[in-house]
C-alpha cells in the first residue's frame, strides 16, 4: 500500500512538473516577428487588420485573407501605410479546400509560415426562439472549423521544421454563455476546449499555441455582424456593449497584448479588466454567475422580429444608433475598416 501511494505521488509529481513546463512561456527575446512569414485570417478588418499593421510596423512579411476581394484591397493599402504592403488572398476559412489553396498561395510567395494567427470570425445575434439550426452550422463553420482548416493546412510545413506559432482568437464568450450569442458561444467554447489541446499536443513538437480570450473591444465590430430578432434593438445593445469605455477594451492594445503573447509562448491571454474579472468569478462562483447572466437576459430585447434571415447591423440602424451616444462606435468602424457594410 505504502509502495503504491509513493507511486502515485510520483506520478503526480511528474505530471504536475510537465503541465507547468509545458506551460512555462520561452524567455522574452527567443521570438521575433522581424522577417517572420505571418498569416493573419479575417485580416481586412476589425482586430485582424490592427494586427496586420502592427505585425508590419515589427518587419513581419504579413498575409492576410478574408472572403471580400474589396475589403481586401482596402486592407492592402491600409497595411502597407505600415511598411512593406501585404499579401492578401480571398479565402473561405469554413471550405477546408479554400483554406489549403489559400496556405499553398501564401508559402509559394512568401515562403514556409511562421505565424497563424486564427482570427476570422462571425457573429449572430438575437433570442435563441429566432436562431436556426443554419445559423448554429454557419457560426461554426467559420469560428471553429475555419481554425481547424487553415491549422490543419500549416501543420505539415510547422511539424517539418519542428517549430512554429499559432495563435487562436477566441472570445470572452468562449468561457461565459452570453444570451443572445448562442451560436458565437457554442463556437467559440469549442475553438477554446481545441486550443488547450492543441497546445499540449503541439508541445513536443516545438510549435507553441497561444490561446486568447479577449472581452468587448472597440472596433465597430457590429456594422458586419449578424442580427435576428428585434434586430433594431439587438444592435443598439451589442454596438453599445462593445464601445463603452470602461467596459470595451482599446483594440489597439489589445492587439498589442495578442502579439507579446505569442511572442512569448503564453499559453492563455485573457484581454480586458472586465473579462478577467468574470472569468474568475464564474470559476469560482458558477451557479452565482449563471443567475446574473439569467438577470441580464431579461434586459435584452424580447421575442418577435426577424425569424429567418438574419440582417447586417449596418441594416439595423436606427434613431438611437445614430445619435451622439453611438459616437465611439461610428468612429471606431472608420478607424478599423468596417464602415462599409
Not at 521544421?161 to 499559432?166: C, K, L, S, T
Amino acid at each position: 500500500m505504502r509502495t503504491s501511494r509513493a507511486l502515485l505521488l510520483a506520478l503526480g509529481a511528474a505530471a504536475a512538473g510537465g503541465w507547468l513546463y509545458q506551460r512555462r512561456p520561452p524567455r522574452r527575446g527567443d521570438f521575433r516577428f522581424d522577417g517572420r512569414v505571418v498569416l493573419v485570417t479575417g485580416g481586412s478588418r476589425g482586430l485582424g487588420l490592427i494586427l496586420a499593421r502592427k505585425l508590419t510596423s515589427r518587419g513581419a512579411r504579413v498575409a492576410i485573407c478574408a472572403r471580400d476581394e474589396a475589403e481586401l484591397a482596402r486592407a492592402r493599402d491600409d497595411v502597407a501605410r505600415y511598411g512593406a504592403e501585404p499579401l492578401v488572398v480571398a479565402c473561405d476559412v469554413a471550405d477546408a479546400g479554400d483554406a489549403r489553396r489559400c496556405v499553398a498561395r501564401v508559402e509559394d510567395a512568401l515562403g514556409p509560415i511562421d505565424v497563424l494567427v486564427n482570427n476570422a470570425g462571425r457573429i449572430v445575434v438575437g433570442p435563441e426562439s429566432s436562431m436556426t439550426i443554419e445559423d448554429y452550422r454557419r457560426t461554426m463553420d467559420v469560428n471553429f472549423f475555419g481554425a481547424v482548416h487553415v491549422t490543419d493546412a500549416v501543420l505539415p510545413s510547422m511539424r517539418r521544421r519542428r517549430e512554429g506559432r499559432i495563435v487562436n482568437v477566441g472570445s470572452f464568450g468562449g468561457r461565459i454563455a452570453v444570451p443572445h450569442l448562442l451560436p458565437y458561444t457554442a463556437s467559440k467554447f469549442a475553438l477554446v476546449g481545441w486550443s488547450e489541446g492543441l497546445r499540449a499536443e503541439l508541445a513536443s513538437e516545438g510549435i507553441v499555441v497561444t490561446t486568447v480570450v479577449p472581452g468587448p473591444m472597440r472596433t465597430g465590430s457590429g456594422r458586419h455582424a449578424w442580427f435576428k430578432g428585434r434586430h433594431r434593438a439587438e444592435y443598439a445593445w451589442f454596438q453599445l456593449g462593445a464601445s463603452l469605455p470602461g467596459l470595451a477594451m482599446d483594440p489597439d492594445e489589445a492587439a498589442e497584448r495578442i502579439l507579446d503573447a505569442c511572442r512569448d509562448g503564453e499559453a492563455e491571454v485573457v484581454l480586458g479588466a472586465p473579462a478577467r474579472v468574470a472569468t474568475w468569478w464564474n470559476e469560482v462562483f458558477p451557479g452565482l454567475t449563471g443567475q446574473l447572466v439569467a438577470l441580464a437576459d431579461r434586459l435584452l430585447p424580447g421575442p418577435g422580429g426577424v425569424a429567418g434571415a438574419p440582417v447586417r447591423g449596418a441594416r439595423s440602424e436606427s434613431a438611437l444608433t445614430r445619435s451622439p451616444l453611438f459616437t465611439a462606435a461610428r468612429r471606431a468602424a472608420r478607424r478599423h475598416g468596417q464602415e462599409d457594410g
